[in-house]
């Protein structure tokens, strides 16, 4: 039973027996594992704290011969993201962030563009907090990431510049196209919204700081929505929760 030692961030844990966890971790070296925590529940014990949801941590684990799920040895936590005192904005998205991710990542395969967008994006939203760019920026990063975000930047039937009239957006087909060869059929994308998706090159920080104009946020969240549930073929449980607690604090771009 070799003992495998990664660097990760929890994603979830959910009861496995009376003190034990299933934990299930995105990993540098690994993607995505799911690993069992045995004892983690009992108040002695020195790895509770540690794999909270949305901790950075190095863990070492290993495998059984014929098993599904390996088991954790030891835990370190690097960071908690959440901290002591979360806030609610903080704790709905970055769990958002998470089920994008358990959809997204294959397990034991390495991730470690998906795992150096989640810790930028992390810590973006710790430091400067919660902004509908940034939620935008990780929905728009992932779907690249994980081939579902066509090149919407010209027509893809005539080649034609989209920059200053938008775009209409075919999921279906992965297409984005011009008003004339669309004939007006599909997600109609604004002018400004194109604008905003050419700055994805810039870093969480920097795009987290956007004020997006109405048209731009409601063009880009009916985008990323729909690409997600044709290519994830569900809805994701935990973004209705986060429209919510967003909308409630005020915050519309």
Same mark, same amino acid.
């Given at each position: 039973?070799p003992?495998?030692?990664a #660097? ?9 027996? #009376?003190?034990d966890?299933?934990?299930v971790l995105?990993? @540098? ?19 509770g704290?540690c ?6 941590? @190095?863990?070492?684990?290993y495998?059984r011969?014929g098993r599904e799920?390996?088991y954790?040895?030891q ?7 959440l ?7 903080r704790?709905?998205a ?5 089920e994008?991710?358990? #959809? ?9 563009l998906?795992f ?15 902004s ?7 929905e728009?990063?992932? %779907? ?7 090149n919407?930047?010209?027509c893809s ?15 279906e087909g992965g297409?984005g @196209?011009c008003g004339?060869?669309?004939l007006g059929?599909g997600?109609y994308?604004?002018?400004?919204a194109?604008g ?5 090159s #810039?870093?969480p ?13 409601e ?16 809805r ?5 929760? %986060?429209k919510?607690v967003?909308?409630?604090?005020g915050?519309t771009?």
């Open positions: 039973m003992i495998r030692d #660097e990760a961030v929890v994603l979830r844990h959910y009861p496995l027996a #009376e003190a966890q299933i934990v995105l990993s @540098r070296e690994y993607g995505k594992i799911r690993t069992v925590a045995k004892g983690v529940k009992k108040t002695k014990s020195r790895m704290g794999l909270e949801p949305l901790n950075h941590v @190095r863990v070492e684990f495998a011969e799920l390996s954790i040895r835990c370190d936590l690097i960071h908690s993201f901290g002591r005192n979360p806030t609610l904005d704790m709905c970055f769990t958002y962030f998470a994008i991710l358990q #959809e997204f990542v294959q397990e034991d395969q390495p991730s470690e998906f150096r967008l989640f810790l930028a994006v992390l810590g973006a939203g710790e430091t400067l907090g919660v509908l760019a940034l939620v935008r920026y990780f728009l990063w992932s %779907l690249r990431l994980g081939g579902f975000l066509p919407y930047a010209s039937v005539c080649g034609s510049c989209v920059k200053d009239t938008g775009f209409y957006a075919w999921p297409e @196209r004339r060869c669309a059929k997600l994308i604004r002018a400004a194109v905003v998706l050419q700055r994805l #810039e870093s920080q920097q795009f987290a700081c956007l004020s997006l104009p109405n048209s731009a946020a063009d880009l969240e009916r985008l990323t929505q729909a690409l997600l549930e044709l290519n994830l073929e569900k994701l449980k935990s973004y209705p929760v %986060l919510r967003l909308g409630a604090r915050q771009r």
